[in-house]
């Protein structure tokens, strides 16, 4: 089993910007995710998917973030990350690192989710 800790969550005002954090651990100790994400679920709207990247580093973003929103991961260190910039107070939201053999729309692991709230 995959499991995923989300941290950097926080408050910050529109045109800021915060980085968080995704911890990821398995079962076993050759297990690899081979693709980790940022899912967003804000109250009364439908989930999203922000940004997705493979073990090879291949990525993608959703329109609402691109060129805002930064996915990286660091595979040695076993953490996901997400720099987000320029924040709008649509990107509010509780913000979910997964994990999966593929990029889909129903991750199989999911974190406890972080909260970002942008003010205005």
């Known amino acids: 089993q995959v499991h995923l800790v989300e941290s950097g969550g926080g408050l910050v005002q529109a045109g800021g910007s915060l980085r968080l954090s995704c911890a990821v651990s398995?079962?076993?100790?050759?297990?690899?995710?081979?693709?980790l994400g940022w899912f967003r679920q804000a109250p009364g709207k439908q989930r999203e998917l922000v940004a997705t990247i493979t073990r090879v580093g291949s990525t993608y973003y959703a329109d609402s973030v691109k060129g805002r929103f930064t996915i990286s991961r660091n595979n040695a260190e076993n953490t996901l990350y997400l720099q987000m910039n320029s924040l709008k107070t649509d990107d509010t939201a509780v913000y979910y690192c997964?994990?999966?053999?593929?990029?889909?729309?129903?991750?199989?692991?999911w974190g406890q989710g972080t909260q970002v709230t942008v003010s205005s």
């Open positions: 997964t994990a999966d053999s593929t990029t889909n729309q129903n991750p199989r692991y």
């Open positions: 398995g079962s076993a100790i050759f297990f690899r995710p081979n693709v």
